[in-house]
């Protein structure tokens, strides 16, 4: 009984950790500026400089997307939700260019859209779908260009 008990609780406390681990803290105060005239790209900053780390959004106290930056570029995974908490789209970027498969969601969690990007540009095949899980157009691209 003494094993069982000391093997529950042991268990009970690794899933707490990896649970409170997985919960990014709040995004600290963030701006978007040009690192400098000539250059047209935008990088976040802190009061540190460009911003590295992973963090969560919350628009009046809701949880509104888990963002993750690299040297003030967006980097790595995202999570947009809706106001009612489901996942609205499930994103990557490469160094602040949209990357591989994006996933975007109705409110009731059922798939919306998948699209594929490529070094920021469309790439691959892209597929809408109705609510129901019916087709409603599916586009190919390559390079950022439609090929059908």
Known sequence: FNYYFK???????????LILS????????????KPNYYIEEYLTYNDDGPYTGRC??????TLSSI??????YENGKWKFYYKNGGLETNATFDMGKRAGVWRYYYED????????????????????LENNGDTIWTEEYSGGKLVN
């Open 56 to 61: 969560a959004l919350y628009i009046a106290d």
């Open 7 to 17: 093997m529950r609780y042991f268990f009970l406390t690794l899933i707490s950790l």
């Open 109 to 128: 969690g059922k798939l919306m859209q998948i699209s594929n990007y490529k070094d920021g540009n469309r790439d691959g095949f892209w597929y809408r």
């Open 67 to 72: 963002q993750q930056y690299k040297n003030g």
């Open 22 to 33: 997985c919960t990014p803290s709040p995004c600290p105060e963030l701006s978007r500026k």
